[in-house]
Nanobody, 120 residues
């Protein structure tokens, strides 16, 4: 069993900042890519940012220059620093990780989601 637990969401005014965290735990052998996705009401879930085990990153165009993804491999944790937040960033944010378990099964796992609300 692998669990991902997110924290750090909340309500913030436009222009403000939030930092999301997501810690993976359980039967983990290794973690490949980790990422953040978001889903706004009435919209499909979309990729926000992704980071490889080696630290290579990729961002959605809408967040480039404002959001920064990072990870602490020793803690099996991924972070998303969100600056200059806009009302259109309002969504439920989900973390995801591709995990190789101790039984050598490899699959994608998801957190439960954390709400981010940006007021104008």
């Amino acid at each position: 069993q692998v669990q991902l637990v997110e924290s750090g969401g909340g309500l913030v005014q436009a222009g403000g900042s939030l930092r999301l965290s997501c810690a993976a735990s359980g039967s983990i052998f290794s973690i490949n890519n980790m990422g953040w996705y978001r889903q706004a009401p009435g919209k499909q879930r979309e990729l926000v940012a992704i980071i490889s085990s080696g630290g290579a990153t990729n961002y959605a165009d809408s967040v480039k220059g404002r959001f920064t993804i990072s990870r602490d491999n020793a803690k099996n944790t991924v972070y998303l620093q969100m600056n200059s937040l806009k009302p259109e960033d309002t969504a439920v944010y989900y973390c995801s990780a591709v995990v190789r378990s101790t039984n050598y099964y490899t699959g994608a796992h998801w957190g439960q989601g954390t709400q981010v609300t940006v007021s104008s």
